[in-house]
């Protein structure tokens, strides 16, 4: 890429030491494609742990048993207990599991640190035969369900795009460091 | 309605097979669910790359998972043929991928969302790298108890998710250039379009570093096991950094933590009090003698010890072997190529004299950093030997113990690591 001196002066004046590993020109402006905000949104759903990309919908426990009795007990078994897969129940309902993890208690939505992991997980990959076939209203009641099966929020509660976020999970705080951070903090390579 | 009605019917149907054969999660050796049996004979999309299953691959299929293993005590130099390369696919079916559709996607926190086709990738600056990738839960404390022979001889089950290629592609941080990262933009999310969508979460500074998007293995294109027709390459870090089948990549301002990474990703350990640690990001230094090893036959006399060193940290600078179990350590040789972050081929000549011994290796890499033994690592982490070994065991990951193997007075050889 050519530099020229009215070019630079103006970047040497603007950097700053975090910047440095970002260049704003193209250099290969023939190649790939813009896209659009449209497309962005027919694919943008992975789902961060503030769910700001939540999209409207509803549900509660009672729809989701349901729903998953429907779709998801052939594998998960009834309730999400002592299924072929993925046992998805630690605790029970008032009475939250708050560890040690160490086994199959993993396996289940009480060891997720943030309440959007399962929504973003059932909703872009199960159930495995037709992922991403269910509708956020579904997938809104499937959570509430299993949240509520693990003891995690009441049968009424509804889980919406406000609510879902504002769950109180029982593990958030069982991760070290409290929030990954990067370049990690200076260890032994065992750590 | 309908759809779902023949998805359960399916899907039913594919779960029977496997509980037919055993009802653990972990069904080693049962019969494939119906779709993976046909992509194992019938390889799935374009053919010309993939071929047919070697039928030393030790392989281990699940209802959600599909495995197979490398066989590291047959392959010879550093370079893994792609066909026996190492394969953790977290569905029990390959997607099935038009290379001409294929579209990989970079939106979020950029100036200028793209997106870009084969043709595109192909198009632009490319690099080829000679660099391990090497499964989490590879050399699992879990794992050395299993006996199945379709998994293979012990060093190919226990330490057999670990394979070294030439991969090629382009660098992410020609193609993050392209796009133009905010300031803001510290992570990205990665997702793959396999059926099980799987994610991870990757730093935007080890993205810069060195990470690549391979389209290319040992001079071919990847294989449909591997990531067909794109994967992620990002040396010298856990396996599911790696993620294949690459479709979309999000900048974002805070690590997701996606469902793969939550649950599988991340280990509780007692010295942490039960606590998890996120991420290990990078492997540690890592070695094992491939030959002789369990299962194997001994002769008295001269026997050339060879194996494998690699560190996620760099190059391999050192490797020791021990043949009185641990006593006493003597350089073995570095052979060929010293790659860093790949595998490093060690050998080191030995005379069996017929009695009893143990024999071990340990890698020592540039960073001076010393390969630990299991005893050592489970000293950090809290557990006992014990520990390991009972049925509820902790599903520890990371792991880069010293793998002793015994050699008894008849010539056979077992896995010591817990004898």
Redesign the interface.
Known sequence: MQCSLKLLIPALVLIAP??L????A???PN?????SQA??QS??H?????GKELPAGHGTAKEGAVIFA??CE??HGKNGENG???HLVAGSPGKPYR?????VE??GPS????PT??W??IN??M?????G?LKPDEVYSLVAFLYYRNGIINENDVMDQNSLPKVVMPNR?????A??V???EKK???? | MDSNQSDRRRFLKQASATVAVGAAGFVAGAQLPAKAQQAESQPAGTDEHVHRVPPRRGARYSLDHMTHYTPLQDYAGIITPAPLHFMQQHSSEYPEIDPKEHRLTIHGLVDRPLVFSMDDLKRLPSVSRIHFVECHGNSSPAIHASRDPKMGLPVQFIHGMASTSEWAGVPLSVLLNEAGLKKNGTWLVLEGADAGKFSHTLPVGKALDDCFVAYGQNGEPLRVEQGFPIRLLVPGWEGPFNVKYLRHIKVVDEPYNTWNESMNHSVSRPDLGGKARWYHFQWAAKSVITRPSAGMEMRKGYVQITGLAWSGAGKVSKVEVSTDGGKNWREARLDGPVVPKAHTRFNYDWEWNGQEAMIQSRCIDETGDVQPSMAELAEHWGYTMADWQKPEKPRAIHMNAIQPWKINRDGSISDAMFA
């Open positions: 975090v910047a590993a970002q260049t704003s193209r250099k290969f190649v790939g494609q813009p896209l497309e962005i694919f943008d992975m789902i961060g742990p503030e429907n779709r052939v594998c072929i897969t993925h560890g040690p993890f160490y086994g993993k396996d060891y997720f640190p943030y992991i399962a973003d997980y872009r990959a159930p495995a035969p037709n992922p076939s705080n069982g991760f070290v460091p929030k990954p990067y370049p990690p032994p390579s065992w750590w």
